[in-house]
């Protein structure tokens, strides 16, 4: 694990594959680390500089006082960007982090190659569904941290796949009771207030929308919506809860790949 020296705190990153290939950022969701990329991992190292790192409030990275915006979130990415002299980077981001990769995406173009979005909206809840949720978490701190995690297992997985890989599923959702309950909340602050519908035309990089035909955090139709409005954006779907990438594994990382190299874009 390595640092990046933020204005307000230290990035926590890490970075596998080959010196020199082109870059892809991998961004978590809200509640989890860089590992929960770990199944991907190994695939895309094979032709990218695979680059994670914990979104702020999360794992090994600062917890600066919230609330949050995805603007400061997506700030932070493009500092670590500049601290490791990347001029432009595929991104890939799940739930927050394809809020993330969203802002990135309308706001700084210029920096990406291809855009990834995964289990994502242009608008995800309502103030009415996240308020409740940062009060308790304020409230309770790590015990509301550990009911989340209980709760969260329906949310992230469907439950045959729950039932089939346990041990895979309490490691993702593990991560959420470790998470800083005051940075889990200022990130859940970031998402309620993000909504990017009116703005998505305005990404104009190669896009790819992965949808989880099982999500109920973010359903398939958030994912149609973002690509109807993106120009020339592709979409994908898995059977899958809101945790794509893990429960769909292998075929979620070759999607990514065919689209990341096709056109020998990379």
């Known amino acids: 694990m390595k640092r990046v020296q933020l204005a307000d705190g230290e990035l926590n990153y890490q970075i596998d594959g080959p010196q020199g290939a082109p870059v892809l950022v991998l961004s978590n969701s809200l509640g989890t680390d860089l590992g929960m990329w770990d199944t991907q991992v190994a695939a895309f190292a094979k032709h990218f500089q695979v680059l994670r790192y914990d979104t702020r409030g999360h794992g090994q990275s600062l917890v600066t006082e919230g609330p949050y915006s995805i603007e400061q979130l997506g700030r932070d990415v493009l500092a670590l960007l500049d601290a490791l002299q990347i001029e432009r980077a595929h991104f890939c981001g799940l739930s927050m982090g394809g809020l993330i990769g969203q802002w990135l995406g309308i706001n700084a173009g210029e920096r990406l190659k291809k855009l990834v979005v995964c289990n994502t909206a242009a608008k995800i809840g309502e103030p009415s569904v996240w308020n409740?949720?940062?009060?308790?978490?304020?409230?309770?701190?790590?015990?509301?941290?550990?009911?989340l995690r209980?709760?969260?297992?329906?949310?992230?997985?469907?439950?045959?796949?729950?039932q089939a890989h346990p041990e895979q599923?309490?490691?993702?959702?593990?991560?959420?009771?470790?998470?800083?309950?005051?940075?889990?909340?200022?990130?859940?602050?970031?998402?309620?207030?993000?909504?990017f519908r009116d703005q998505l035309g305005w990404i104009k990089v190669p896009m790819l929308v992965i949808a989880g035909t099982q999500d109920a955090v973010t359903p398939p139709s958030g994912g149609h919506f973002i690509q109807e409005r993106v120009s020339?954006?592709?979409?994908?779907?898995?059977?899958?809860?809101?945790?794509?990438?893990?429960?769909?594994?292998?075929?979620?990382?070759?999607?990514?790949?065919?689209?990341?190299?096709?056109?020998?874009?990379?």
């Open 132 to 147: 409740p949720r940062i009060e308790t978490v304020l409230r309770d701190g790590a015990a509301a941290m550990v009911a």
């Open 150 to 162: 209980d709760a969260s297992i329906a949310r992230w997985f469907t439950p045959d796949y729950a």
């Open 169 to 195: 599923a309490k490691r993702i959702t593990d991560m959420l009771a470790a998470t800083s309950p005051q940075g889990y909340a200022a990130n859940c602050a970031a998402v309620r207030d993000a909504d």
């Open 232 to 266: 020339g954006a592709q979409y994908a779907e898995f059977y899958a809860a809101h945790l794509s990438n893990v429960q769909a594994g292998e075929a979620f990382s070759q999607c990514v790949l065919a689209f990341l190299l096709a056109d020998k874009a990379v």
